[in-house]
């Protein structure tokens, strides 16, 4: 299965379009654990076995593994997920971007080393920087769009050109990931919840490409909003919730309450879909 219809077929499954992020912070871990790098993976894979069926995707950071030097968990999560959760596909966020030669070597580390489905892309090096990615039959990879951060406005909002007319930057980079630069059919978009009217924008620039929608939850993303801008039909959108997933309890109970919470995210992103 290539990753788009691993992810069309985890919302069939689970019923589903959240994406479970997975961003380990020690000093939020409940009782013992806190403070305790060591117990990383432990803390993810409990998050994962509790919301493997109500999840379109998880989604690790690699640098909150990478941050404690805990790339060897990350690399046992990734495991533990294929084994607890075959049916959800992976997305790498990793943010990469470089020239040719060393996005060769990052493809390696996202797809051979952590062995994930997609990978999350800076496209601002140009198709060059990308094009390693796609070699690999079937996996994904998700370019940063809009993002939901404020310092977003510094480039993504500028036009290419001084009149009224000229596409913004993120219009652009939605043009290239629907048309010349999806040449398998790979590419999808990063566009934040908390910019609905513009989640739609790249929607209607881009109307087939999977959405990467971070920013419900704890960024305050709406998420009804959110799906009315972006989901088709024929068009996944994987709408990511991370910490107040993670963190929906500091007690014993943190799996029980991360699945409570996913469940409520899961079922209002699909009260909004179109009957």
């Known amino acids: 299965m290539t990753f788009l219809d691993m992810l069309r077929a985890a919302e069939r499954q689970n019923g589903s379009l959240l994406c479970v992020g997975l961003d380990p912070e020690p000093a939020r871990f409940p009782g013992g654990w806190r403070d305790d790098p060591s117990k990383i993976h432990d803390f993810c894979a409990a998050i994962a076995e509790a919301t493997a069926d109500l999840a379109i995707a998880f989604k690790p950071q690699i640098a909150y593994f990478a941050a404690h030097r805990a790339e060897d968990q990350l690399e046992r999560l990734m495991a533990t997920l294929r084994r607890i959760a075959p ?7 990793a943010k990469r971007g ?15 080393r952590y062995g994930a489905d997609a990978v999350t892309l800076s496209p601002f090096m140009g198709f060059d920087s990308v094009e390693p990615y796609l070699r690999r039959a ?9 993002t939901s951060n404020p310092g ?3 480039l993504q909002a500028q036009r290419l050109a001084d009149v009224p007319e000229a596409p ?10 629907q048309g010349d630069w999806n040449r398998n059919g790979q590419l999808g978009l990063v566009v934040g919840a ?24 704890a960024q305050g993303g709406d998420a009804a909003a959110t799906v009315r801008a972006g989901w088709r039909p024929d068009a996944p959108i994987v709408v990511n919730s991370s910490r107040a997933i993670l963190y929906a309890s500091s007690g014993e109970d943190f799996a029980a309450a991360a699945r409570r919470a996913a469940q409520a995210t899961r079922d209002q992103l699909q009260a909004a879909k179109p009957a």
């Not at 049916?87 to 966020?93: A, E, R, S, W, Y």
């Not at 470089?98 to 390696?108: F, H, L, M, P, R």
């Open 98 to 112: 470089d020239i040719g030669s060393t996005a060769e070597q990052y493809a390696v580390e996202a797809f051979d």
């Open 87 to 93: 049916q959800v596909p992976v997305i790498l966020d």
């Open 138 to 146: 079937g996996k994904g990879a998700f370019l940063l769009c809009r």
């Open 168 to 177: 913004l930057l993120y219009e652009h980079v939605a043009r290239l990931a």
């Open 152 to 154: 977003g406005d510094d």
């Open 194 to 217: 908390t910019y609905p009217a513009e989640i739609a924008r790249v929607r209607a620039v881009a109307p087939t490409v999977p959405l990467l929608i971070p920013g419900v939850g």
